[in-house]
Every structure is written in C-alpha cells, then in structure tokens.
C-alpha cells in the first residue's frame, strides 16, 4: 500500500502470477497521469492473463469486464 501526495491509498504489486518477471512486465507497462501522478499499469491482456492464472474469486469475477473492454478497444482501435 503506497499513500500518494494527496493522501490517496493505492495497493502496487511488485510480483505478478501467471506473467513474465515483474522487470519484464514492467517495461511493457504503458506510463500513465492519474490524480497528478505517473503510474505504471500493464496492458489489459497481461492482467486478463494474470487474473486466470491465479483464479481467485475475485479475479474471476474481473474476467468478463476485462475480455468485454479488450473486445470493444480492439473494435474502436482505441490504446
């Protein structure tokens, strides 16, 4: 759990399941602004693929909204 400048809690992982090593992953990651911060978040493929992998519940319950957003991304051509 990291607290940015604003006092916002964000939880970061630093081992990813089911993916290349976290440095690997990590140079795929696209550099994001979020609340005046530059954050690294992966493509949506790498998390889809991690989620099955580990298979918990709550990362199940993530699956469709991620394949429904991957789907409507690719047919907008939208990043």
Same mark, same amino acid.
């Given at each position: 759990?990291?607290? *940015? +400048?604003?006092?916002?809690?964000?939880?970061?992982? #630093?081992?990813? !399941?089911? *993916?290349? +090593?976290?440095?690997?992953? #990590?140079?795929? %990651?696209?550099? =994001? +602004?979020? /609340?005046?911060?530059?954050? %690294?978040? /992966?493509? /949506?493929?790498?998390? /889809?693929?991690?989620?099955?992998?580990?298979?918990?519940?709550?990362? *199940?319950?993530? =699956?469709?909204? *991620?394949? &429904?957003?991957?789907?409507?991304?690719?047919?907008?051509? &939208? !990043?």
């Amino acid at each position: 759990m990291v607290a *940015l +400048s604003d006092g916002s809690l964000i939880n970061f992982i #630093y081992r990813i !399941d089911g *993916l290349k +090593s976290f440095n690997a992953e #990590y140079r795929r %990651a696209k550099m =994001i +602004s979020w /609340l005046n911060e530059i954050v %690294a978040v /992966l493509p /949506l493929e790498s998390i /889809l693929k991690s989620k099955r992998f580990v298979g918990r519940p709550k990362d *199940l319950a993530h =699956i469709p909204l *991620l394949e &429904q957003t991957i789907k409507s991304r690719d047919a907008t051509g &939208q !990043d």
